[in-house]
Structure formats: structure tokens, C-alpha cells
């Protein structure tokens, strides 16, 4: 199964309707510190005009290129879910020239956005089947994204079993805290979370890495049921082996790839891992799409 | 056939005439090399050169261009707010432009211009000039374009093509475009050639000796092309300078940036290279290409593979020769391009040499 992007900017004249490149003004509505460490902040942006927000038509496990003027772009995966309207939402981590910017900057500042790009987690594909949720680290954003899709009233029902790992180094590191204690206690979704250490003594979940909590705790993989893996390069290498064994078939491992980008919707040429890219032709694919692809990521 | 005679004192006027209503560019001479640069009043494009040292990509492409523009004045109303930068996209004529060359602006508008996305500035360059191809007939030790489904008379993504007739031209029109720009310029002098044009296209391509052959490359395994003996003996002498990048017809890859002068800033778009690293380094440090052995693989990979496979369209090289003139180290594509496509069969170890 090859996930791709459904053309959707078409133009029925054929002619350039709108510049791809530029993007839309937005202002800073407010900013969240995420992480003990205050390296995650989430950034809540507000259109200053209500019809780019009407062109924002976005699905989870999109991404965005957030602009800062005089900085530059960054690509970043949207936080926000396509059923929460009025604000798109972006948890960044302080890493480079335009997040240190990001990160320096207040509420009501003005800077841009440009998007939604990539395409996103199969949904229609999805319907009807059971979901497990892997996540680890600061790649939970579109994940975060995704549940709150799925948990909305009128797409609830769509779904089979859903299943959510998510762990990070410690307690503190943990992004969307509030929201993970409430999915928590929910019996229309099993969260198991999971940090690799705490000497927290009143800590209630889960301690140990990603996979092997996984292991213990995911369901086991058959034809109707999917998963879907976002986190740092070291926890997908020993995810994959663990979902093997509880019977995940490639074409049933979805995933969100990284790679440096500038353009975000194909032209540029430097996300490429063989003839697909990244930006445009990901960034989700399934295990058994990037087994056919040099892993250049 | 029907052709256009244009004698030298018409195409010396003709070109004066054009002045007026288009935007001139043409070849000129510089020290030991010709460049592609815009003619001034009265200035003749010199159609004695073989080809230039770098293509003319940059007339839809340049080197750097400005795409937005903005003020960081706090002040301003305006202010952090992008707006489109300043654009001149009058009508103008790229005069003697190699058949090459002009196939591969087709090939790169496959990249530009998608069903999904159009890159407004290489489009609107594109589409405000004219295509006035030279035909080659004496050609460089080092051109193969008869091999990559291009040719010396080769008239795909030109509106004319002239051929060299005694010191004036024979002219063929090739699409409304190159109407116009001829009835502009007063080219109308038609005349049947008796057959000239067509034997002068089958001598140059006869005189093109220098071939590659492309016919497996498609049906080839990705992932085992990747994995190939070769790309280490292949890389070995790359010292990733990028030369061949910058001046290939067909490479289009490029940066964004950000640049600022006190108050004003701007966003611009300047030519990069797959074979730099900075090119795909994570802000991490991790790096997927990070040895130059992964940038030359990319580089060829790219243009005699995943083109290949993503567009059905043959492979993203014309044959222009000038990667294989300039690269310092003598990596040649032609060699390259054998070993891919006899790569796994019997002839594999004559490729290899």
C-alpha cells in the first residue's frame, strides 16, 4: 500500500492560482512551556485573516512550515486537531536558528505559516480498525493529534480498540500531561504511559523503555489492526522488531519520517530517500513503502 | 521543407527590431568562454560559440532570486508580514540556446510544474520567454545528447530552430510563440530548402559519436543499484565541489533564505547542491548523506534512476557534455550511466574497464 498525497490544490485552469511558497500571517494567541526542561514549548497561532483559516483544511499527520521573518522557515508536525477550530497549535523543540527564535518570542507576536503539507495518517483506510498509538519523546504531535480526532464524539465510533504507548525520559518530559491523565481514565481508549526513569515514589504508570512496554502491553497485530509509530530514530529501531512479534505485517506499520527540508511541497530536492520524498510524497509512510526505499533519513 | 531564410542584414535588424518589444539574451564572448547574458541596444548575440560553460537554466532559474520581501520595522504596520517581491516578467527571447538545453528546461518543469503544487517563479519566467535554438553541427568530443532522446537538431521546448546557413540563418518555427517573435523581428522570408535542413539534421546527429546506453535502467532494482560495487570506485575522487551540479541543465535543487539589511528583510531562493553536505544535515547533526560516497551515488541515482522511475520519461541528463568537461577530477557521467545500466549482466565488467 502506497500512502499518497491526493492532489488537492488543483487548479481546473491549469494556471498558478496561488504561491505555494507564501505563507499566512498569523499571531502568537499563547505559549505553553511543555517540559521540565522548558526546551518543548506548544504554540497556539491564530490566522489574522478568517479565510486563510478556511484554506488551513488540514488532516492529522500533516505538517506545516512555520516562518519567521528575517529567520526562516522550520518544518513541524501540526499539534492541533483538525476538530478543534479557531487556532492551529505546535509543540517545538528549541534546536536551531528559527526554534531559538521561535522560542525567544512572545504572546502576540506576528510571524507565518505555510500548509498544511505532506499527507497524514491513512484515515479513511483506518475506519473500522483497531489503532495502536507508539509515541516517544516530542514526536507525540501528531499523535496527539490523531487521538483527539479519533476520540471526537462523531469519530469515535469509527474506530475498533485504540491503544496509545507513549513514553519519555522522565515524568517531567512528558508533552500534554493534562490531556494524557484524562485519556487515561477513559474506557474508550487505553493509554499506557511510560518514562525511562523517576525517582518520583507517587509515580502511578509505567517505567521502562517504549518497547518493551509495548510488548507488554500493545495488542497483537492482525488484518484489522494498524499501528502507528512516531519517535526518535532509537526507539523505532527496537519498536519494529517488538510489533514483528506480536504480528504486525510492514504494510500495517505506519510511520512519520524526518528528513531537512526548504520547500515543503517537492521542489527543492533535498528530503528525497529514492524517487519519493519526504515533504510531498510522506512524511507518513508505511514500514513496507521505506523498506523499498534507500533509508536515506 | 519550409523554411525561413534570414540573411545576415536581416538578422542583424531583425535582432535590433526585437530589442523593442522583447528582453534580449543571448551568448557572448568572455575571455576563453561564452556566457549567456542579456544584450544591450545594438549588441549581437555571438552564434559562433559551441556551447557555453553553464547552461542558461538561470534565465527561468536564477542563481539567487528574491521571492518575498518585509519590513521588521515594529513600527510598520506591516511589520514580520511577507509580501510578494518586485517581479519583471516582460516578454524576452533566449537567442541561440542549444537544443540541449532547451529539452532540459522540459524535463525540469516536470519538477516545477505538478499537479499538486506550481512554483509561480520558475513558471512565469518560463512562460514569458522564447525558445530560439541553434542547431549544432559541429560538435563537442564530450556531447551524447543522440543518446538520451535529445539531438543536435532537436526541437523539444524551442519556438524556433535556426540552423547555420553560410553567415545567415535557415529558420523553422516551431510553435505560435516563435510565430510571433518572427513576424516581430520581419522573418518572413519563407522558401522551400529542397531538403537541406533535414540533411543537415541527419549529418550533425551522424557526427555525434560519443553514445550511452540507458535501455536497462528502468527495469533495474532500486535498492540494488543503491547497493552497487561500484559507488566507491565511482566516488572515490569526488572532492563534492559541486561544479557539476551548478552548471547540469537539468539540476534544479535549491535553498530558501532569509537575509536582512537594517529594517528591511527578504526571502530568496539561490541554487544548492546535492553534493554539499549542508545540504541534508538534520539541525541533530545526524546526516543521511553524509559521506561524499552518498551524495555521488544521489547525484547519479537521481538523475539515471529515480527520475527514471518517477516519470517514465527517460533520464534526467541531455547530454550536454559540460559535467564531463569541467569536473576537476574527470568523474564522467557516461561511464557512470554504463555501469549503472550493465550493472548485474554479462557486459558489467567492460563497463567497469
Redesign the interface.
Known amino acids: 500500500m502506497d500512502l499518497k498525497?491526493p492532489?488537492?490544490?488543483?487548479?481546473d485552469k491549469g494556471?498558478?492560482v496561488q504561491?505555494?511558497?507564501?505563507?499566512y500571517?498569523v499571531r502568537i494567541d499563547e505559549i505553553v512551556v511543555e517540559t521540565e526542561d522548558k526546551n518543548l514549548k506548544t504554540f497556539k497561532l491564530v490566522f489574522l485573516n478568517k479565510e486563510d483559516e478556511e484554506k488551513f483544511n488540514y488532516k492529522a499527520g500533516q505538517f506545516a512550515e512555520l516562518?519567521?521573518?528575517?529567520?526562516?522557515?522550520i518544518p513541524i508536525g501540526i499539534a492541533s486537531s483538525p476538530v478543534e477550530k479557531g487556532f492551529l497549535k505546535f509543540t517545538v523543540n528549541r534546536?536551531?536558528v528559527v526554534?531559538t527564535h521561535l522560542h525567544s518570542m512572545k504572546e502576540g507576536?506576528?510571524?507565518?505559516v505555510r500548509g498544511p503539507l505532506g499527507n497524514w495518517y491513512p484515515w479513511e483506510m483506518l475506519e473500522g480498525k483497531n489503532i495502536l498509538i507508539v509515541g516517544g519523546g516530542f514526536a507525540f504531535t501528531t499523535l496527539r493529534s490523531s487521538i483527539v480526532y479519533m476520540l471526537h464524539p462523531d469519530n469515535r465510533p469509527k474506530f475498533g480498540n485504540i491503544d496509545v504507548v507513549y513514553g519519555a525520559r522522565t515524568p517531567g518530559m512528558l508533552l500534554y500531561k493534562d490531556e494524557l491523565i484524562q485519556w487515561e481514565k477513559r474506557d474508550d481508549i487505553n493509554v499506557h504511559i511510560t518514562v525511562d526513569t523517576t525517582d518520583d515514589p507517587d509515580w502511578k504508570y509505567n517505567v521502562g523503555f517504549v518497547p518493551p512496554i509495548t510488548e507488554q502491553k500493545a495488542p497483537q497485530g492482525d488484518e484489522n489492526t494498524y499501528a502507528i509509530v512516531c519517535g526518535p530514530?532509537i526507539m523505532i529501531k527496537f519498536t519494529q522488531p517488538v510489533l514483528e512479534k506480536l504480528g504486525y505485517d510492514h504494510e500495517h506499520i505506519i510511520m512519520s519520517l524526518?528528513?531537512?527540508m526548504?520547500?515543503g511541497?517537492?521542489?527543492?530536492?533535498?528530503?528525497?530517500?529514492?524517487?519519493e520524498l519526504v515533504c510531498?510524497d510522506g512524511p507518513v509512510f508505511t514500514l513496507a513503502a521505506i523498506n523499498?526505499?534507500?533509508?536515506?533519513? | 521543407m519550409k523554411v525561413i531564410n534570414i540573411d545576415q542584414k536581416k538578422w542583424t535588424k531583425g535582432i535590433d527590431t526585437l530589442g523593442s518589444s522583447y528582453k534580449l539574451i543571448g551568448p557572448v564572448a568572455e575571455k576563453d568562454f561564452h556566457t549567456f547574458e542579456i544584450l544591450q541596444q545594438g549588441q549581437l548575440p555571438d552564434m559562433s560559440f559551441t556551447n557555453t560553460r553553464l547552461s542558461p537554466k538561470e534565465v527561468v532559474f536564477p542563481q539567487s532570486e528574491d521571492?518575498?520581501v518585509?519590513s521588521?520595522d515594529q513600527n510598520d504596520e506591516d511589520?514580520?508580514?511577507?509580501k510578494?517581491a518586485p517581479k519583471d516578467y516582460s516578454p524576452r527571447v533566449v537567442l541561440g540556446i542549444r537544443p540541449c538545453d532547451a529539452r532540459a528546461m522540459r524535463l525540469v518543469k516536470l519538477?516545477?510544474d505538478?499537479?499538486?503544487?506550481?512554483?509561480?517563479y520558475w513558471?512565469?519566467l518560463y512562460e514569458a520567454t522564447t525558445f530560439v535554438g541553434l542547431a549544432c553541427d559541429q560538435p563537442c568530443a564530450t556531447c551524447f545528447c543522440t543518446s538520451t532522446g535529445c539531438g543536435p537538431y532537436h526541437e523539444e521546448g524551442l519556438d524556433i530552430l535556426l540552423a547555420k546557413d553560410g553567415d545567415g540563418f535557415k529558420a523553422k518555427v516551431l510553435t505560435d510563440k516563435g510565430r510571433q517573435l518572427a513576424e516581430a523581428s520581419g522573418w518572413t522570408d519563407t522558401a522551400d530548402d529542397g531538403g537541406a535542413f533535414e540533411n543537415a539534421r541527419r549529418a550533425a546527429e551522424a557526427g555525434i559519436t560519443s553514445k550511452v546506453a540507458t535501455d536497462r535502467l528502468r527495469q533495474m532494482d532500486?535498492?540494488e543499484l543503491?547497493g552497487a560495487d561500484f559507488w566507491e570506485d565511482v566516488s572515490f575522487a569526488c572532492i563534492n565541489c559541486g561544479t557539476c551540479t551548478y552548471l547540469c541543465p537539468t539540476c534544479?535543487?535549491?535553498?530558501?533564505?532569509?537575509e536582512?539589511h537594517g529594517k528591511k528583510?527578504k526571502?530568496m531562493?539561490n541554487w544548492?547542491s546535492?553534493m554539499f553536505p549542508i545540504?541534508?544535515?538534520?539541525?541533530?547533526g545526524?546526516n543521511?548523506?553524509g559521506t561524499k560516497l552518498?551524495r555521488v551515488r544521489?547525484r547519479f541515482?537521481?538523475k539515471l534512476k529515480?527520475?527514471v522511475?518517477?516519470y517514465d520519461q527517460g533520464i534526467m541528463c541531455v547530454g550536454c557534455g559540460r559535467c564531463v568537461q569541467q569536473c576537476p577530477v574527470n568523474i564522467d557521467i557516461r561511464r557512470v550511466c554504463d555501469l549503472m545500466n550493465s550493472y548485474g549482466s554479462e557486459n558489467a565488467c567492460a563497463a567497469q574497464g
Open positions: 498525497t492532489a488537492r490544490r488543483r487548479d494556471g498558478i504561491n505555494p511558497y507564501l505563507p500571517p516562518s519567521i521573518a528575517g529567520k526562516g522557515e534546536a536551531g526554534t507576536d506576528i510571524m507565518g530514530p524526518e528528513n531537512r526548504k520547500c511541497i517537492g521542489m527543492c530536492g533535498r528530503c528525497g530517500i529514492g524517487k510531498k523499498r526505499t534507500p533509508r536515506e533519513y | 521571492m518575498f518585509y521588521l511589520c514580520n508580514i511577507l510578494e519538477n516545477f505538478t499537479e499538486q503544487y506550481k512554483d509561480p513558471l512565469r532500486t535498492l543503491y534544479w535543487c535549491f535553498d530558501i533564505q532569509d536582512v528583510g526571502r531562493r544548492d546535492c545540504f541534508t544535515v538534520h539541525t541533530t545526524h543521511p548523506r552518498h544521489q541515482m537521481h529515480y527520475f522511475d518517477k
